[in-house]
């Protein structure tokens, strides 16, 4: 009965994950029209991507402060790691805007969108061992963003197109970076110290480069606001499914944000598809059903949270003979709670840092 109602918790726990990454797809799929709308009504791409994340940043705190007040608490290492993943995707989000604002929404996301193998390079080095279906799944979603990026009828701008790949690239590392936060801290503290640190990094940008416009009209400020809105959902939403289903598979769900964006843009801007778009939509489409034959779906490995490895480094470093780290589940005041996938640590750990390499 107990192993049946553990089952049970954790099949809802999966079908959440899953849910949550769905509507994160949704949700950043439209931040590119909302975008391209504010720069319609007057803002300049860095003052746009400025207040957006500084607005959505404010507004989680008023949420945590009225209403979550529970998950403000996070030890050191994981704060850090929270503000650096932030940082890093500040940058990210500076280079998105601005390539924006060059070439079309659709085209924009789908290079962005590349960011799925970044990350799984990055989840591979770090051990995650990949089944034939995810290889497969990735060479489908490979797939279909070449078919819908070269089959287009628009002209590349390779400045731009740089751009909004290394926004992916560090997309995928403040995604992978967080990954390994989300087993010690709950997904919304995650998420709003990661805002914070992004928010803090986008208003250093917009105030180094000048401070641009933005929107002059009130009703240049709707897309604006809607951009805010949506860039929260997807930031609670995406963090709540790495946690249940791990960065990659989260990222490969994340894969039908560009289509999302390629729909919306038909719709709401004028663009348009052509016939080898649409195979690449279709191709896209079949990459996300196969989500639903992965026999490990929500199996996620366990590496060591940072405190454990930021004690086993300074161990490893001063050649220290005491334990190296604690897990970040035995702070102090905190019952210790080993689990079977995370080994107790009774030597220097120089083999365990060395498995970060391979």
């Not at 439209?30 to 940043?57: N, S």
């Not at 998105?96 to 079309?104: H, M, N």
């Not at 995810?134 to 590349?156: E, N, Y």
Request: aromatic share 8%.
């Amino acid at each position: 009965m107990k192993l049946a109602g553990e089952r049970q918790g954790a099949s809802r726990a999966l079908a959440a994950g899953v849910g949550a990454a769905g509507l994160a797809a949704l949700a950043a799929g439209l931040l590119p029209i909302f975008a391209k709308q504010a720069y319609a009504a007057g803002g300049a791409p860095i003052a746009v991507a400025m207040a957006r994340t500084v607005l959505a940043a404010g507004l989680l705190w008023c949420i945590h402060l009225l209403f979550l007040r529970r998950h403000l608490a996070i030890y050191p290492f994981a704060l850090g790691a929270c503000l650096v993943a932030g940082a890093i995707n500040g940058v990210g989000s500076l280079l998105f805007y601005v390539g924006l604002s060059r070439v079309d929404a659709s085209l924009a996301q789908l290079l962005f969108t590349l960011h799925v193998i970044f990350l799984t390079v990055f989840s591979w080095l770090d051990g995650h061992r990949l089944t034939w279906l995810t290889a497969l799944r990735l060479g489908l979603g490979v797939l279909a963003v070449a078919l819908l990026k070269w089959t287009g009828t628009s002209d590349l701008d390779w400045t731009s197109a740089i751009m909004l790949v290394a926004a992916g690239g560090l997309y995928a590392l403040h995604i992978f970076i967080n990954q390994r936060t989300l087993y010690d801290v709950p997904a919304p503290t995650v998420t709003l110290y990661t805002l914070t640190g992004m928010a803090v990094t986008v208003f250093i940008g917009y105030v180094a480069v000048g401070l641009p416009a933005l929107p002059a009209e009130p009703t240049g400020w709707v897309p604006l606001i809607l951009l805010t809105v949506f860039t929260l959902a997807q930031r609670l939403t995406l963090f709540l499914g790495v946690k249940e289903l791990g960065g990659p598979q989260t990222i490969l769900l994340n894969l039908s944000e560009a289509l999302v964006t390629i729909l919306a843009a038909a719709l709401l801007l004028g663009e348009s598809l052509t016939a080898g778009q649409w195979a690449g939509a279709g191709v896209l489409a079949a990459s996300l059903w196969l989500l639903t034959r992965e026999e490990h779906l929500g199996n996620l490995p366990r590496p060591r949270p940072w405190v454990q490895l930021f004690a086993s480094l300074y161990h490893t470093l001063t050649g220290g003979a005491e334990r190296a780290g604690a897990r970040a589940h035995d702070l102090p005041g905190r019952e210790p709670t080993p689990s079977p996938e995370i080994a107790v640590e009774t030597e220097p750990a120089e083999p365990e840092v060395l498995e970060l390499k391979h």
